[in-house]
């Protein structure tokens, strides 16, 4: 018997439509079995997934596991790649994504996180609360359980427009196949296709409120326990916060910055960040940050760019359209982590598109349904998460030294310890602001801000 994992041959066939089309007319064992499992593309689906990261992958795996025939498209020839990413995923969202960590995956127990005065708290658990991924090969796994569900991957393949004037009941979709023009007729058309989200637009749903800006270089970094990533807080990285990730022998060094905050920032104290973009800041927080310069290698061996939407629009859905992911602002504003609730959500849009297609009613007012579920899962904790990271947007160096110095005592690390959840983060903060010993310094962290 042949033991070919034949997912991953369709999945690189399908990765090239002319070679599959070239295919289709010859008789042999291959594109028997291939076009026994996936019959050739007539460019009519019931659902159209936009984009292969993680939230597209996955709503395409649920359409699909839900009876729908779906298309997943993705404008790249390699899944995964362009990497804009830490890789950094809580052991809570690699369930959500329905993986099972190997030995690829990099553990994480702890964080040591930094004031811009060099005091650093430890939070630990002994347990292990997260994995460090690659990306690619992360997201290569979720566009193969797609497959495996049902649903069919075309690469090289860009979304370049949406037909307001849809035919009844479907979306046509305006695509460049490996460059040349084409279309596609969708059902439903699922926007997943990131932060600049196209569809979105062409959907008229609204634009995220804030981007931050993220840079990050791949290199070496002397990890005190490379079991912990670092966090560095205050003027190194206006707006959000700087960190160091480990992954096996080497290290992600990144920061994010709000571009309204990250012109013109003066520090307290610190190495004189003064201004620029999040790669400038990043090349000073490598160069002359007190703490981070002196365990980092100055060679770099990989550069990411990328933006975090903070944010999500009032409406995610419209006639025949869903958007999920980045696309939608589901990201946590704490810690800028998509993939956790871009899954979650995801696995609902996918669910709801096929719902809606079977039901013959993909109107905005039955998908809604998609945006109710979301929001009762995870637009609670978004929303406080967002009204975390703008108050602490606006702390300055003496604000967080202050912050790291209430934190430093071994009852309110031990409360972090037991109640912190990187996915959660309002149920540490309510206990936190419940304390005696924090409840009295926050509040003046909060007044002395508006004062
Ligand atoms: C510097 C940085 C570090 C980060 N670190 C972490 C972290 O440690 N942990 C974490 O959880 N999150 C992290 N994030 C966020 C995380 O990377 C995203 O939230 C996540 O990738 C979003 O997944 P997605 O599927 O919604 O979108 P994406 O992963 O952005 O995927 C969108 C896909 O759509 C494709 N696409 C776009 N337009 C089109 C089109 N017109 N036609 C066809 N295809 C298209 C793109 O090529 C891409 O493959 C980080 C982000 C940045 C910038």
Sequence with gaps: MCSLDWSLYILQVYSFPKLKKALEGVSCAITGKLVLCHPPLNMDYDVVVVGAGPAGCLAAKYAAKNGAKTLLIEEHASIGSPVQCAGLLSTKAIQACEVVPNREFHPITGAFVYAPDGRRIRIAGGEVKAYVVDRRSFDRTLAEDAIRAGAEILMRTRACGMDIRDRENERILHVTIEGEPDTIVAGVVIGADGVGSRVARWAGLDSHETILSGAQVGTIYDFDDPGFVEIFTGSCAPGFFAWAIPYHDSARIGLAVRPELGRGSEPESGAGFRSGSAWDHLQRLLSTHRVVSEKC???????????????????????????????????????????????????????????????????????????????????????????????????????????????????????????????????????????????????????????
């Design 297 to 451: 290698h100055t060679h770099t061996t990989e550069i990411v760019m990328g933006g975090i939407p903070i944010g999500v629009p009032k409406r995610t859905v419209a006639d025949r359209v869903l958007i999920t992911g980045d696309a939608a602002g589901q990201v946590k504003p704490t810690s800028g982590g998509g993939v956790y609730p871009g899954a979650v959500c995801a696995k609902i849009a996918g669910q709801v598109a096929a719902d809606a297609v079977r039901e013959g009613n993909t109107s905005a007012g039955r998908l809604s349904e998609y945006d109710r579920l979301w929001r009762v899962e995870i637009g609670r904790e978004l929303a406080i998460g967002k009204r975390i990271n703008e108050w602490m947007a606006r702390l300055d160096d003496s604000g967080f030294n202050r912050m790291i110095r209430v934190l430093d005592d071994p009852e309110l690390l031990d409360l972090i310890t037991r109640y912190g959840d990187m996915d959660y983060p309002s149920v540490v903060l309510r206990k936190l602001l419940l304390n005696r010993k924090s409840a009295g310094a926050f509040l003046k962290l909060v007044l002395a801000r508006r004062s």
